[in-house]
């Protein structure tokens, strides 16, 4: 497989967005409550894509998974009742959705990686990033990758757990 990770244009919504509602689909199935509430919908992607924080996965020209990816910028990471590790610029990684027919490749863990790369690229060393409390395929993977549990965080009135992990210069 060759893949590789790259800004998102708004000729490639279609296609995120139908990863994006198989993603929807799967988070309900495995008994979990993020994404239930309309959120993501095709207008936030759309958004992403606009203020250049959409990024996606593809295996050579197909689109795989989708992930949005800013710097310096979540509001709600500033109320965080716990402790981040770091008070340094950091990005953070949001919406990481992969294709139902590329699931268990690794695929979520290859977005976080190529979002180390990108963040070191821009002299960023800190990633940050929350999930539901009930979505146990992405705790399971930022636990793999070394992410170090924060505290939480509130979006839309729910509480998430947040995570950082420190990159090495």
Request: charged fraction near 25%.
């Amino acid at each position: 497989m060759n893949y590789s990770f790259r800004k998102a244009s708004v000729h490639d919504i279609p296609q995120i967005w139908t990863i994006i509602q198989q993603a929807i689909v799967r988070r309900k199935n495995d008994g979990s409550q993020q994404w239930q509430d309309g959120y993501p919908n095709e207008n936030l992607i759309r958004k992403d894509i606009v203020d250049g924080i959409g990024y996606v996965l593809t295996d050579d020209d197909k689109i795989v998974g989708y992930a949005a990816i800013l710097f310096n910028d979540e509001p709600a990471y500033e109320k965080l009742k716990g402790t981040w590790l770091t008070n340094e610029d950091f990005a953070v990684v949001h919406r990481v959705a992969i294709s139902d027919y590329y699931l268990g490749k690794g695929l979520a863990q290859k977005i976080f990686l190529f979002t180390e790369d990108l963040a070191l690229d821009n002299n960023i060393f800190s990633i940050k990033v929350d999930t539901n409390f009930d979505n146990i395929p992405m705790l399971k993977i930022l636990e793999k990758l070394g992410y170090t549990y924060c505290g939480e965080v509130f979006f839309r009135g729910d509480a998430r757990k947040a995570f950082e992990k420190i990159l090495l210069k």
